[in-house]
């Protein structure tokens, strides 16, 4: 029997992996293909294969009888969570805090701007070889509420700060003091969106995030206002921003839909007011390097038995 470490990646490509030889490890290659590289019952240390589907995540977990650490290469475990079920008590899910926070933030400023300062309608217009000037938004005195923050909500808002917002706002789950200023519990969240131009959804999805961004809640957003979802499609409700943004009450700018892909024949891709991006927050060249700095570390020190980082989830 081996003690096996299930990587997607080939492990030569990982600087600072902990010797195999010295440990007692095998390290396997597995990035989602159909075979599974060893069986699944001898991997103590799962890192799921990145961008590849919960279907895919979850496939090898049933087997996985000796998993002693469940590793995402993303900020988000939704998609792992619930395949977690059958595995036994104590097992660790990690997320990869630290990995995406750079890349998604860069990409909520890109959509905010983009969408206030009309470069789709620029873009438009260059294609068809009209000179559409006149007055557009600013970010400038622009209020901007940021709802869950945590690593990547402070994030966005360490990239607002050069331009010179009239406030930022921030929620999350319970009340606390953040580095910026005081963070708004949820339950506040209803009185704080009618004085926000622009909503940045950045929480992570559960239960309680599922259809956050509700009918009631975009009646609250203020006419004029911009929603920005770089969370999950499912953190807002398709159908209730459909009719906001048909009406042309609220804009938005998704990086992430429900459903996801998106379909050919969508109505929000004609949708006016309505930028979208395919789900490429977190996938940029600053990925790699940063989770494979991830998988050396945490692998380091599941190795010398000291507390992992990142642990959002241990089953029981």
Same mark, same amino acid.
């Given at each position: 029997m081996t003690t096996d470490v299930w990587l997607p990646f080939a492990p030569e490509e990982i600087p600072g992996l902990p010797s195999a030889a010295r440990h007692g490890l095998t390290y396997r290659f597995w990035d989602g293909g159909d075979a599974f590289p060893a069986d699944p019952a001898d991997c103590a240390f799962y890192v799921v294969p990145y961008l590849k589907g919960a279907q895919v995540a979850v496939r090898p977990l049933a087997g996985m009888a000796r998993a002693e650490v469940v590793q995402t290469l993303s900020a988000g475990v939704d998609h792992v969570q619930a395949g977690? =079920?059958?595995?036994?008590?104590?097992?660790?899910?990690?997320?990869?805090?630290?990995?995406?926070?750079?890349?998604?933030?860069?990409?909520?400023?890109?959509?905010?701007?983009?969408?206030?300062?009309?470069?789709?309608?620029?873009?438009?217009?260059?294609?068809?070889?009209?000179?559409?000037?006149?007055?557009?938004?600013?970010?400038?005195?622009?209020?901007?509420?940021?709802?869950?923050?945590?690593?990547?909500?402070? =994030?966005?808002?360490?990239?607002?700060?050069?331009?010179?917002?009239?406030?930022?706002?921030?929620?999350?789950?319970?009340?606390?003091?953040?580095?910026?200023?005081?963070?708004?519990?949820?339950?506040?969240?209803?009185?704080?969106?009618?004085?926000?131009?622009?909503?940045?959804?950045?929480?992570?999805?559960?239960?309680?995030?599922?259809?956050? =961004?509700?009918a009631e809640f975009l009646a609250r957003m203020r006419d004029g206002a911009l929603l920005v979802n770089v969370a999950r499609g499912p953190v807002a409700d398709t159908k209730a921003l459909l009719a906001e943004v048909e009406s042309g009450r609220v804009t938005a700018a998704l990086d992430v839909t429900d459903p996801e892909p998106l379909p050919a024949g969508h109505p929000l891709w004609h949708a006016p007011g309505v930028l979208i991006s395919p789900h490429v927050g977190g996938s940029t060249s600053a990925f790699l390097p940063r989770a494979k700095r991830l998988l050396a570390r945490q692998l380091t020190l599941w190795t010398a038995g000291e507390p992992l980082d990142n642990v959002v989830h241990t089953t029981s």
């Open positions: 977690m =079920a059958p595995l036994r008590p104590g097992v660790r899910l990690c997320n990869a805090r630290g990995v995406h926070e750079a890349s998604t933030a860069e990409l909520a400023l890109a959509l905010i701007l983009a969408s206030l300062r009309g470069i789709p309608r620029f873009v438009e217009g260059q294609r068809q070889e009209e000179w559409r000037s006149g007055f557009y938004p600013a970010l400038a005195d622009k209020t901007v509420l940021i709802v869950g923050y945590g690593a990547i909500g402070s =994030a966005v808002e360490d990239r607002l700060a050069p331009f010179e917002c009239a406030r930022v706002l921030r929620v999350a789950r319970s009340a606390r003091d953040a580095e910026r200023g005081p963070v708004r519990p949820l339950a506040e969240l209803p009185s704080l969106l009618p004085e926000a131009d622009v909503v940045v959804l950045t929480t992570p999805l559960t239960e309680a995030t599922r259809g956050l =961004a509700d």
